[in-house]
């Protein structure tokens, strides 16, 4: 059985700053650790950190119960009013936000500042999302669906800025653009969909396109890792989404070789831990 595991599979850039930073931070001791939010979407990472004492932080409330301690923004961002209600409780503030998520939140400020209205392409409950909201300073809205494009009404007076969730289908994206340049509005599109997300969808899109069966690996509230199975599913229709190993252990009958299964593609999002990715692909190598 050959086995074709995605180059670009496992950690981005943003997500391993952001991992890095939360260890760093335990291994200080210095002062309890709190992250708001998870900070990552995947559930094995945020297990260990909690062994390890970091405990997550999900609501202001929480933030204001807190006497000292060190709260680390996650990865996906947070709204400006979180990160000022940390730093006025007198908590140290570490700020684990992706550099590319940084830079939406800087788009989105001074578009206001500029008089422009804000579009964001993107699941308007994806923390990512809500977070960039946040530190829009004028009229904004979120659209994630054609439907939605149609129905858009913005105040025609003003010019639009749109960009996008940076793990938005770069196709969608496209797609929905097209949708908002024919409604007549002076329209600025900035493309803030990541490029390690655009070339890890490229390469899921043609390693699905070789293989019998394709796995995805990744949390289950991994907003990146549900546009790869949507693509890979496109592709090829025998594709699995697991979180770890014994989620396709449980599928055994997925891998054998006696139901015409030649070769197997392996591919994981964003969040996914390296260590997950090589049990899956030694399990897969060697099962029978």
Known sequence: MEVIVAKTAGFCFGVKRAVD??????????????????????????????????????????????????????????????????????????????PFVKKIHRIAAQAGTEGKALVIIGNAMHPEVEGIRGWATGETCVIGTAEEAENMKMDPQKPVCVVSQTTFNYKKFQYLVEILCKKGYSIEVVNTICNATHERQKEALEISRQVDRMIVIGGKSSSNTQKLFEICKKECFETLYIQTLADLRQKSEFLKSDSGVGKIGITAGASTPNSIIQEVQLYVGTEK
């Open 21 to 98: 930073l939360v260890y760093e931070q335990v291994a200080d001791g210095v002062s309890p650790v709190y992250t708001y939010g998870p900070i990552i979407h995947n559930e094995e990472v945020v297990a260990d950190l909690e062994r390890q004492g970091v405990r997550v932080l999900n609501s202001p409330e929480e933030i204001d119960s807190l006497e000292c301690g060190t709260v680390v923004v996650r990865s996906h961002g947070a709204p400006k009013d979180i990160c000022d209600r940390i730093r006025a409780r007198g908590l140290n503030l570490v700020d684990a936000t992706c």
